[in-house]
Each structure stands twice: as structure tokens, then as C-alpha cells.
């Protein structure tokens, strides 16, 4: 299960506390996304990001933030603004700048809020 | 933006028969519809996609259609197995740079031997 990793696999925090979720990739990939996954909500687009240095708010970008100062990684944070930050996260990557290629998705990490 | 409804939620079928999931997409200028498994506890798999210049694509059990004017694509499993029981998703670009893709509220299939 090489090429792209989360960390860690579960994660529990207090409210009001910002936590950092990891993804590492060594596929050599320029594009890497965050998903958060729901219950019968599919996946959802959080951030995303085609070159080091720059990404772009996805559908839910509200309440988290991110960073891509290596093109090997892609780490997001859940600040205390995030509403309702249980969930499931998802982190992905792909070849070269665009979507029509295909995504490799990372193990996921459960985030659990208390 | 772009906008993917899948239908139906949940699919029941008994093995050997065909199972068909369909998505509708809004922005006509989309190019790509890949569609993805998800195992029970797993990560999402890509296991076949679709580009606008084809109507349709099969890979063994597996084919996508694409119906371009209508807006809609289609996933259809032949001789269905117990374990092609997952959440698959479809997904198309989220904008017309596609540069992210923007995925279905996912179809639970189940597969009873």
C-alpha cells in the first residue's frame, strides 16, 4: 500500500482545538486534493492543489486550511472554525495538473471531535 | 461549478444479475467521468472512466456510457458477484480547468448469493 499516505489512521480532539491531518505522497505527483467523506454524503472537495505554493478553495473550504510547501505533501488542518468536524478525510493525488487523470487515493483518517 | 446527483442510493441485486448506476452532470463542457469502488473499510479505487470523445467503454463485467446531450453516464456491472458489493462513486471536473473532480453521493450496491 506504497504511494500515498495519511496519518494518522484515527485522531481524537477536544473542541476548540485546531489538529493537523498528514498526506504524503511519493508517486511524483503535481496534484493532490482533500475529500471528507459523510454518511450518505459522498465525497466532498475541501481544498486542492495542481503546483507548490498554490491551492484553491474547494465546495467546503470554510473551517479548514492548508499548505503545499513540498510537492510531496499536503497537510490539512481542521481549525476550531470547522462546525462540524467529525468525519472522515480523505486525501488524494494525481498526475499531472488536471482532474482526467486518475486519483490515488490515500487510507483516510477518522477525525473524531469531542 | 459543476454538479453530479447519482441515483439510486442503494442498489440490492442477486448474483449473475446486471446492476446499472446512473449520474446526471450539469456543466457541458465536462470531458471526464470517472466512476470509483469503495471497499467496506477501504479507499476509493478508480475501476473505469470515460472521456467525451466515446459513447461507451467495457472493460470485462465492467462499462461506462456516456450520453453527452442528455448529460447523463452510466455504470453497468454484468454477472454480478458477491464481492462487487461496495459504495462506487461517480465524479466528473469540478470546473472546466478540471482541476479537481467533483464526485456523486456514492451507490451502495449489495450483492446476495
Known amino acids: 500500500d506504497g504511494g500515498i499516505t495519511q496519518s494518522p489512521k484515527y485522531l481524537f480532539r477536544k473542541e476548540g482545538q485546531n489538529v493537523t491531518l498528514s498526506c504524503e505522497q511519493n508517486?511524483?505527483?503535481?496534484?493532490m486534493y482533500w475529500y471528507r467523506q459523510d454518511p450518505g454524503q459522498g465525497l466532498r472537495l475541501i481544498y486542492y492543489?495542481?503546483?507548490?505554493?498554490?491551492?484553491q478553495k474547494g465546495d467546503i473550504a470554510e473551517g479548514y486550511s492548508v499548505s503545499r510547501e513540498k510537492k510531496e505533501s499536503f497537510p490539512l488542518t481542521v481549525t476550531s472554525a470547522q462546525k462540524n468536524p467529525t468525519a472522515f478525510y480523505l486525501c488524494a493525488s494525481s498526475a499531472g495538473t488536471g482532474a482526467n487523470t486518475e486519483a490515488f487515493f490515500g487510507q483516510g483518517t477518522r477525525l473524531t471531535v469531542v | 461549478g459543476e454538479n453530479v446527483e447519482q441515483h439510486p442510493s442503494t442498489l440490492s441485486v442477486q448474483e449473475g444479475d446486471s446492476a446499472v448506476i446512473k449520474c446526471t452532470y450539469s456543466d457541458s463542457a465536462s470531458n471526464y467521468f470517472p466512476w470509483y469502488k469503495q471497499e467496506l473499510g477501504k479507499r476509493p479505487q478508480l475501476i473505469i472512466d470515460?472521456?467525451?470523445?466515446?459513447g461507451e467503454k467495457k472493460d470485462q463485467r465492467i462499462a461506462v456510457t456516456l450520453n453527452k446531450t442528455a448529460k447523463h453516464f452510466s455504470l453497468h456491472i454484468t454477472e454480478t458477484q458477491p464481492e462487487d458489493s461496495a459504495v462506487y462513486f461517480c465524479a466528473a471536473p469540478a470546473n472546466q480547468a478540471g482541476t479537481a473532480l467533483i464526485f456523486g453521493k456514492g451507490t451502495t450496491l449489495s450483492v446476495s448469493s
Open positions: 508517486l511524483n505527483h503535481d496534484a
Open positions: 470515460i472521456r467525451s470523445n466515446v
Open positions: 492543489s495542481q503546483i507548490v505554493n498554490d491551492f
